[in-house]
């Protein structure tokens, strides 16, 4: 889809870079622009965006940037694809991936791959498409987009109510985050267990929910960095809440408060006890409000 707002951003992005006279620099500009293009491509559905985002790739001079900066398009392609339920653009999504570099950016790139495939041939009723996004996920070097592929895959079946095989695909992504040796970073670790604990209770396994959500307590209590930590906390406190009041589970409610007291920066502070003091002051927790203060 063309139309003149559209080529007029890229016409004026494209002069805006070329008048960069120092090489490096210019090559930083195209990079940064086409993560704007690829974005704009996903809040508008226009794929005019993404088509310069590739001729743009052409312009920068660093390998590993132009590889990030075919992540961008490919996961902007994919979102698109989804957006739109178009098989043509979930299979571009695919062919641009070949692009970036093997390892990190690779299985970044297929993750959203993965989500656009699963969910396109699910919306078109295309079973074969829909088992080539099983045999693609399971493609993926890295651990955790591995696992987030499957997570996608699991919110794809559960949106078609087919919760039996949601349930499957999620323990599948329990299990590769388990197991893995290879996470250098305990947040990404516990950032998993948290995106499973929302994905099981969703399913209604409560019990793997509330699993995940020790694993990523676990996984956070050691974290030195404050901001990591912190933020991490914060996630883990409001996802913590949430369970408990789908599940009517008070001890949750506390073990959110108890969460609360790991965030130290205040930024994180005061967000996360605006949410719980809401929530528990609806629910006539008062004693745990004041444990907020």
């Given at each position: 889809?063309?139309?003149?707002?559209?080529?007029?951003?890229?016409?004026?992005?494209k002069?805006?870079?070329e008048?960069?006279?120092?090489?490096?620099?210019?090559?930083?500009?195209?990079?940064?622009?086409?993560?704007?293009?690829?974005?704009?491509?996903?809040?508008?559905?226009?794929?005019?965006?993404?088509?310069?985002?590739?001729?743009?790739?052409?312009?920068?001079?660093?390998?590993?940037?132009?590889?990030?900066?075919?992540v961008?398009?490919?996961?902007?392609?994919?979102?698109v694809?989804?957006?739109?339920?178009?098989?043509?653009?979930?299979?571009?999504?695919?062919?641009?991936?070949?692009?970036t570099?093997?390892?990190?950016?690779?299985?970044?790139?297929?993750?959203?791959?993965?989500?656009?495939?699963?969910?396109?041939?699910?919306?078109?009723?295309?079973?074969?498409?829909?088992?080539?996004s099983?045999?693609?996920?399971?493609?993926?070097?890295?651990?955790?987009?591995?696992?987030?592929?499957?997570?996608?895959?699991?919110?794809?079946?559960?949106?078609?109510?087919?919760?039996?095989?949601?349930?499957?695909s999620?323990?599948?992504?329990?299990?590769?985050?388990?197991?893995?040796?290879?996470?250098?970073?305990?947040?990404?670790?516990?950032?998993?267990?948290?995106?499973?604990?929302?994905?099981?209770?969703?399913?209604?396994?409560?019990?793997?929910?509330?699993?995940?959500i020790?694993?990523?307590?676990?996984?956070?209590?050691?974290?030195?960095?404050?901001?990591?930590?912190?933020s991490?906390?914060?996630?883990?406190?409001?996802?913590?809440?949430?369970?408990?009041?789908?599940?009517?589970?008070?001890?949750l409610?506390?073990?959110?408060?108890?969460?609360?007291?790991y965030?130290?920066?205040?930024?994180?502070?005061?967000?996360?006890?605006?949410?719980?003091?809401?929530?528990?002051?609806?629910?006539?927790?008062?004693?745990?409000?004041?444990?907020?203060?």
């Amino acid at each position: 889809m063309v139309n003149d707002t559209s080529l007029e951003f890229i016409r004026e992005f494209k002069k805006n870079a070329e008048s960069i006279t120092n090489d490096i620099d210019r090559s930083k500009k195209y990079r940064a622009g086409i993560a704007a293009l690829a974005q704009k491509a996903v809040e508008t559905n226009n794929t005019t965006f993404l088509d310069a985002a590739v001729r743009f790739t052409g312009k920068i001079i660093d390998e590993h940037d132009r590889s990030k900066a075919f992540v961008d398009i490919v996961r902007g392609t994919a979102r698109v694809a989804i957006n739109t339920t178009d098989a043509e653009l979930a299979g571009r999504s695919l062919e641009l991936s070949a692009n970036t570099e093997a390892g990190h950016d690779r299985s970044h790139a297929l993750q959203g791959v993965v989500a656009a495939i699963a969910d396109v041939g699910m919306n078109m009723n295309e079973p074969d498409t829909f088992e080539n996004s099983k045999e693609l996920a399971g493609t993926i070097e890295y651990d955790t987009y591995r696992s987030s592929a499957w997570r996608s895959i699991a919110r794809t079946q559960h949106s078609n109510d087919d919760t039996p095989s949601a349930v499957e695909s999620a323990n599948k992504a329990m299990a590769i985050i388990n197991k893995s040796k290879l996470i250098g970073q305990e947040i990404y670790r516990a950032s998993a267990y948290v995106d499973l604990a929302k994905l099981f209770i969703d399913l209604g396994q409560e019990g793997m929910a509330r699993e995940c959500i020790i694993k990523a307590v676990d996984s956070s209590a050691g974290l030195k960095d404050e901001f990591e930590r912190s933020s991490i906390f914060q996630t883990i406190a409001e996802t913590q809440i949430r369970m408990g009041v789908r599940t009517k589970n008070s001890g949750l409610l506390e073990d959110a408060v108890e969460s609360f007291g790991y965030i130290t920066r205040e930024y994180y502070r005061t967000s996360t006890r605006q949410t719980l003091a809401s929530v528990l002051s609806n629910l006539k927790e008062d004693e745990l409000v004041k444990r907020l203060a």
